[in-house]
């Protein structure tokens, strides 16, 4: 059960401001603990967009380069930490995550 992202990461259409190359802590609820193959194969992507539209400014690429995915009991939260490139200052982008169910859940961004 997907339950929105949390902290810092607001569910589309919010606009996240990052710094780029800040390391963003993306966080999100899943009903509870399914374990750490909860991402489809090649996700997380980042599709860098023109700011303030839904048009791609570029290809998708996956975040492979991040800190991995685990879960906080804490929280009840999964945690992706996302190294954002400092390339992207000035730029706007979506995060895409889809679940190993099939389903793709977005943030964007703008960062500075």
Known sequence: D???FSGRVGD???????????????GFGLGGDQGT???AAGYPQFQP?????????????SESRSAGLHYDPAT??????????KGWKGTC????????????HSAN???S
């Open 76 to 85: 009840k939260q999964y945690v992706y930490t996302w190294q954002t490139d």
């Open 49 to 61: 967009m023109y700011c303030g539209t839904d048009t791609p400014s570029g290809p998708a690429v």
């Open 93 to 104: 982008g979506r995060l895409d995550l889809k679940l190993s169910d099939g389903t793709t």
């Open 12 to 26: 589309e259409p919010t606009v996240n401001s990052a710094p780029a190359g800040s390391a963003v802590p993306v």
């Open 109 to 111: 961004f703008s960062f």
């Open 2 to 4: 997907w339950q929105g």
């Open 37 to 39: 193959s909860v991402l």
